[in-house]
């Protein structure tokens, strides 16, 4: 079993950055691919960005250069830094550990709140 820990969120002006952290424990995750994805309220929960085990990145379009996903093995930890943020990207953001869909991943943590006031 794995378990994601996410920590990092908080409230945030417009325009303003934010690290979000994924730890895992129970298991390494260094050979699994890693995912932040979010629901804001009321709304479906969508994907942000995926990384491999290998370092690829896959990232949704609204991102645009804005996201960056990053992961540090020896810490099983990995990061979503999220810079010239806007109201919309409030959110509850969610890790998720093994891909199996697009959607659907075999570890999910609990999620961190980003509130980004206007």
Same mark, same amino acid.
């Given at each position: ?25 129970? @298991?390494?995750?260094? @050979? ?17 960005? @995926? ?19 990053? @992961?540090?093995?020896?810490?099983? /930890? ?24 697009? /959607? ?15």
């Amino acid at each position: 079993q794995v378990q994601l820990v996410e920590s990092g969120g908080g409230l945030v002006q417009a325009g303003g950055s934010l690290r979000l952290s994924c730890t895992a424990s129970g @298991r390494t995750v260094n @050979r699994f691919d890693m995912a932040w994805f979010r629901q804001a309220p009321e709304k479906e929960r969508e994907f942000v960005v @995926r990384i491999s085990a290998s370092g690829d990145r896959y990232y949704a379009a609204f991102v645009k250069g804005r996201f960056t996903i990053s @992961r540090e093995n020896a810490k099983n /930890t990995v990061y979503l830094q999220m810079n010239s943020l806007k109201p919309e990207d409030t959110s509850v953001y969610f890790c998720a550990a093994g891909f199996r869909t697009d /959607t659907e991943y075999d570890y999910w943590g609990q999620g961190t709140q980003v509130t980004v006031s206007s």
